[in-house]
């Protein structure tokens, strides 16, 4: 056993240290070599394309691709503004590209097999490439090194030549060799890479092969941010300016009170009034000449909302173009999906990278898409130009820039060409194409990756005249749930768009924002406030997702307690014997197991909280409460997430349907039942789990995300004494406790642990309200209490009125057709 002292100095190493890895093998990847390259996989020929519809004569030549900056920067990030957009985004890229290449030098493999066919196609298997963990794409390059040994089995290494940067000098005639490997295709599921390497010798069938940044990648949001900053420096450029750093001269006067009653004939009949209140507010475009904001908690409906505004832009005006971005595949799906049933093929368009395999995309979006020569492409320029909606990923975005179909270059080809064919009259200033640009989940994209769609859109200086339409910019999102995938884990990179404009006073520090908002219950907007800068965003606050006990803390630490439960039969569950006496789906469960990482760092699991994981996943199929398929166990390790499905699958559990995966793989998803396995039961090691961007513990986002995805129950396992020195896990446990609501190692109630002394813990509204319903509930004369309580709604407790009402209220408010400052639903539009 391991005394103190040496335990002590255990702890001076990193636990994620790189798995020990031979010099010998290390010094293969390391050295120079001659490169060669291999055929790449089919893609779409955009200077082809671009020529179908214009010639050069009508079109300036595209940007130029650019290449890395090696510009040196400070180490202080200086305040972001307009004139120094591009030095600060370059050096947030830069620090992003460091990371990047940090985190594809861990996926390094030594000394393995690559099997093939009898043609040019390898087999590269990449442990961890199932949970998405490896950033590849069809397309991309893997650098492979075959390894050469002298008759003793012992490898050869050629002396290596650096620059004075010590850097390897690439030597064209070595006898080593870099195959530059173009991957052809991924199975994430075998965890296998299909590589393209034409005439390369098999002699020792050894191999390194390592993993590069693409530039292509890169470089796509390098030259937006560098194209954003050239038109930030145009005087008369205030359109970019107004979306990216927006202000209250930018927005429009609102002199009085908003009418109740709407004109749109709605898609969706079961829009709430926030919803119908977005969708009207965009439509009227009466907030000025900036981005709207749609915050949307978990549950809160945003996915209808940016459907129903779609459909509403291309209904209200037979020339309007949407396009629609998600920062993900399976983000653009749904939308597509959603908007499938509503139009046609020939109204719709899903377009997908021409790097993207045909068994990711939904069956019943692949009608939508565009497939030539087996890959995704595009439509004839004419087709495409009479699409309404065009939906696809921010990334994805640059395929339409590539293709010269941005608004600017579309708008200069008709200017250009009209000029042509009549040179004796003016020039004509064209309607923009792209009418309005949707981001939804914004809060997931990086800033540079958000500035693809938007440039896509962007006006020409040239239209930028007083009376024109310019493009309607909506983004949608959550930014107190996971934000941008980034290598970085700390540093700007990691601010979306969306949450930095709605850190802008224009957005928080109107008076209707819900960080303004008092006692949880959303204020109306009143005559005494007029005249008021007409709020450009729409708070939601109905969630239709939980049972009132799983939102109570969520709501309050990150929506200023101003979610209201409108999800229908979450009490399903309460019949499971271990909910207790307390009758609410919430149960902590105290484990005191040891976390364990297995050898050579491979990630942390922890064997007693798996068993009991599944314990309690057991115990609600054996009961007929719940199918297997219809529970999720997360943990924000993948080891741990690899011992569940092991146990899952054991022939003794038979329970192969559970949803078991990282926590990062269910944000937008939810499931009846959440068991959520926090795995850490050390603290010791929470220091090294922050810096790597690991764990649950001081991660509000991962915590927020993790208790939002259950709808009538949820299991906490952890060790309380851990979770605990988070403010936020404090506060959940402490919920727990004053409700019942937890088992103790022993099988008795936790009994050793009570927030850290000072802290001041608060009661959420949600919770002070199932008190009250539960006495209500009691009372031997409950009808006259509750009659009392319908006369109290607009006069006595707004607690107890709320929850009464609930979304019974909106409904008997929407019958009176007076005006919008009586109701007490946000009425900020």
Request: aromatic share 8%; with cysteine.
């Amino acid at each position: 056993m391991a005394s103190a002292s040496n335990r002590s100095k255990l702890d001076e190493y990193s636990v994620y240290a790189r798995p020990y890895v031979p010099l010998k093998w290390r010094q293969f990847n390391e050295k120079a070599s001659s490169p060669v390259s291999s055929p790449p996989p089919p893609w779409i020929n955009f200077g082809q394309y671009t020529q179908s519809f214009a010639g050069n004569a009508f079109l300036q030549a595209k940007d130029i691709e650019i290449e890395p900056s090696h510009e040196q920067h400070g180490d202080q990030f200086v305040q972001l503004d307009q004139h120094n957009y591009s030095r600060f985004f370059a050096k947030a890229l830069s620090q992003e590209t460091a990371a990047l290449q940090e985190e594809y030098d861990d996926y390094a493999l030594y000394s393995i097999a690559l099997p093939h066919d009898n043609n040019s196609v390898y087999y590269l298997s990449v442990p961890g490439l199932r949970e998405a963990g490896l950033r590849i794409e069809v397309g991309d390059v893997v650098h492979v090194r075959q390894l050469r040994f002298d008759k003793f089995g012992e490898p050869v290494i050629t002396p290596t030549f650096r620059d004075h940067n010590g850097k390897a000098i690439e030597t064209p005639n070595s006898v080593d060799k870099r195959y530059d490997a173009a991957v052809w295709a991924i199975d994430r599921l075998r965890e296998v890479i299909l590589l393209r390497i034409d005439a390369m010798p098999r002699r020792s069938m050894v191999f390194n092969g390592s993993f590069t940044i693409q530039a292509r990648r890169m470089n796509e949001v390098r030259l937006a941010v560098q194209r954003t900053q050239a038109r930030l420096d145009e005087a008369d450029n205030l359109w970019i300016k107004s979306m990216l750093f927006p202000e209250i001269k930018h927005g429009h006067l609102q002199h009085e009170l908003n009418i109740a009653t709407f004109q749109v004939k709605f898609y969706d009949h079961m829009l709430n009034y926030e919803q119908q209140r977005a969708v009207q507010t965009i439509l009227d475009n009466a907030y000025g000449k900036l981005p709207y904001l749609i915050s949307g908690p978990p549950g809160t409906g945003k996915t209808k909302t940016v459907t129903e505004t779609a459909l509403q832009l291309v209904a209200k005006n037979t020339t309007n173009r949407v396009v629609l971005c998600a920062p993900s595949d399976p983000a653009a799906d749904t939308l597509g999906r959603r908007l499938s049933q509503h139009l046609s093929p020939q109204m719709l368009l899903r377009v997908n990278s021409p790097s993207r395999s045909f068994p990711e995309v939904p069956e019943a979006v692949l009608p939508f898409c565009c497939v030539e020569n087996d890959i995704f492409s595009l439509p004839p320029f004419s087709e495409l130009m009479r699409k309404k909606v065009v939906v696809l990923t921010c990334r994805d975005v640059d395929v339409l820039r590539k293709a010269r179909l941005s608004n600017e270059d579309l708008f200069q080809l008709e200017r250009n060409v009209h000029t042509a064919l009549h040179p004796e009259h003016p020039p004509i200033f064209p309607q923009l194409h792209w009418s309005s640009l949707i981001i939804d989940e914004a809060a997931q994209a990086t800033e540079p990756e958000a500035l693809l769609p938007l440039l896509l859109v962007a006006p020409p200086k040239e239209a930028q005249y007083e009376g024109n339409r310019l493009p309607t910019v909506v983004m949608v999102g959550d930014q107190k749930q996971l934000g941008p995938r980034t290598a970085c884990k700390i540093g700007p990179i990691r601010v979306s768009l969306f949450e930095r404009l709605l850190a802008r006073s224009l957005y928080c520090g109107h008076p209707l924002a819900r960080s303004r908002q008092f006692g949880g219950l959303v204020r109306p907007l009143t005559s005494d406030m007029l005249p008021i800068v007409r709020p450009p965003f729409t708070d939601l606050i109905r969630n239709y997702r939980s049972h009132p006990a799983i939102l109570a803390t969520p709501s309050s630490l990150f929506y200023n307690d101003t979610l209201e439960p409108a999800a229908e039969n979450t009490d399903s569950l309460l019949s499971w014997p271990g909910f207790g006496e307390a009758q609410l789906p919430v149960l902590f469960a105290d484990n005191r197991r040891l976390d364990e990482i297995e050898r050579d760092g491979g990630g942390w699991y922890n064997l007693g909280e798996a068993d009991l994981a599944i314990y309690h996943a057991e115990s609600f199929v054996r009961q007929g409460l719940l199918h297997p398929h219809e529970i999720c166990i997360m943990s924000p390790f993948s080891a741990q997430v690899r011992v569940l499905r092991m146990k899952a699958r054991d022939p003794a559990v038979g329970m192969p349907g559970i949803n078991i995966g990282p926590l990062e793989a269910f944000q937008g998803l939810e499931s009846r039942l959440v068991i959520i396995c926090t795995t850490r039961t050390r603290d010791r090691f929470i220091d090294q789990d922050l810096a790597r961007g690991l764990g649950v513990i001081h991660e509000p986002r991962r915590f927020n995300v993790a208790l939002t995805r259950a709808k009538e129950g949820l299991i906490v396992i952890g060790n309380p004494h851990v979770l605990g020195q988070d403010e936020n896990w404090e506060s959940f446990i402490a919920f727990c406790l004053r409700t019942d609501a937890n088992t103790g190692w022993t099988g008795r109630h936790i009994d050793d642990w009570q927030p850290r002394p000072g802290t001041k813990i608060e009661t959420s509204r949600l919770e002070k309200q199932m008190s009250y319903k539960a006495r209500l509930d009691q009372s031997q004369d409950f009808n006259v209490v509750a009659r009392r309580l319908g006369h109290l709604k607009f006069g006595m407790s707004e607690e107890q009125a709320m929850w009464e009402s609930g979304i019974q209220a909106e409904a008997v408010m929407r019958k009176d057709q007076d005006l919008e400052g009586e109701f007490y639903s946000n009425s900020e539009k």
